[in-house]
C-alpha cells in the first residue's frame, strides 16, 4: 500500500457548517457583506500617518489625561499624612505672608506630615521652602502655565501636570486638611473646590484654616450672610473653615488630628 493512501483526503470532505462568505472580525466587533472595511487595524498602526491632526484630537487627550492620573497616583501613593497650602503666586519674599508660609511649611514638617503645594513661586515657594529646611517632604504639583516655568528649588518631590483637574485630584486625595493664605483666581478656584467636595459629601472631612483675617472676612461675611440668606448653600461647619491671623493655630487647624510633633534632634 502507497503510505499517501493511509492518509486521509480532506479535500474531499465537505464542512458540516459552511463559514458565512465574507465574514470580518476587528476585535470583538464582526462585520459581513458591505459592511466590511477596505483596512484593517494592523495596516492602520503600520501606514504612514499624512497628517498629525490625530494628536490635537480628543481620543489622544484621553490618553494624556489617563497617563497623568497614573503618574500622579504612582508617585503619591505612598506619601504618606499631608497638608496642601494654597496661596498666592505673587507673594515676594519680603511679603508677611511668604514668612507666614514657610513657617507653616517648617511646622507641618515638624510634625513628621509632607507639605504639598502647587510647586510654583511666592506663597507656594515659602511653604516647599518651611518644609525642606526643617528636614520634611516638600511636595510641589506644578502645572504648565506661560509665567511659571519649572518648579521652585524647594521641592523635593515633584511633579508637572497639563490638567488642571487632574492637578486638583490629587491636592484632594493626598491630603487630609489644608492651610489657604491670600491669592487670587487660582487660589479661590482651589478653596471652593474643596469646599464644595466636603459639602456634598465626595470627600472626607477636610479642615480648612484661611490665613489673614481682613483678607478672607468680607468673603465670608457675603458667604454666611447673603448667600446663606438667600438659601443658595448650607450652613458651614465652622469646625471645618476657621479663619484666623496666627500660623501655629491655622497648623492646628490642618493637622491636629494627622500627626505628633517630631522630637527635637
Not at 507639605?115 to 511636595?139: C, L
Not at 440668606?229 to 493637622?255: F, K, N, Y
Amino acid at each position: 500500500m502507497d503510505p499517501e493512501d493511509r492518509l486521509p483526503h480532506y479535500d474531499h470532505v465537505e464542512p458540516s457548517v459552511p463559514a458565512p462568505e465574507g465574514t470580518y472580525h476587528r476585535g470583538p466587533v464582526m462585520m459581513r457583506g458591505r459592511m466590511i472595511p477596505a483596512d484593517t487595524t494592523y495596516g492602520n498602526l503600520l501606514a504612514p500617518e499624512k497628517s498629525t491632526d490625530w494628536l490635537h484630537m480628543d481620543p489622544w487627550r484621553v490618553l494624556r489625561i489617563q497617563a497623568e492620573f497614573v503618574d500622579g497616583f504612582g508617585a503619591l501613593a505612598e506619601l504618606g499624612p499631608a497638608v496642601v497650602v494654597f496661596g498666592s503666586a505673587r507673594a515676594r519674599p519680603t511679603d508677611s505672608s511668604y514668612a507666614q508660609a514657610r513657617r507653616a511649611g517648617e511646622l507641618i514638617a515638624r510634625r513628621g506630615i509632607a507639605t504639598i503645594t502647587g510647586g510654583g513661586p511666592g506663597i507656594m515657594e515659602a511653604a516647599n521652602r518651611g518644609a525642606a529646611e526643617a528636614g520634611g517632604v516638600s511636595v510641589g504639583l506644578g502645572i504648565e502655565l506661560p509665567f511659571e516655568d519649572r518648579l521652585n528649588d524647594w521641592v523635593n518631590l515633584g511633579m508637572s501636570f497639563r490638567y488642571f483637574f487632574v492637578r486638583k485630584t490629587m491636592f484632594v486625595k493626598y491630603s487630609s486638611g489644608a492651610i489657604v493664605f491670600p491669592g487670587g483666581f487660582g487660589t479661590l478656584d482651589e478653596l471652593f473646590e474643596l469646599l464644595t467636595l466636603v459639602q456634598t459629601h465626595k470627600v472626607k472631612r477636610t479642615p480648612v484654616a484661611l490665613v489673614g483675617k481682613a483678607y478672607w472676612g468680607g468673603l465670608f461675611d457675603w458667604i454666611e450672610g447673603a448667600v446663606k440668606r438667600a438659601g443658595m448653600i448650607s450652613p458651614l461647619d465652622p469646625e471645618l473653615v476657621q479663619l484666623t491671623d496666627d500660623v501655629e493655630e491655622a497648623v492646628e487647624i490642618a493637622a491636629g488630628g494627622i500627626g505628633r510633633e517630631r522630637p527635637e534632634a
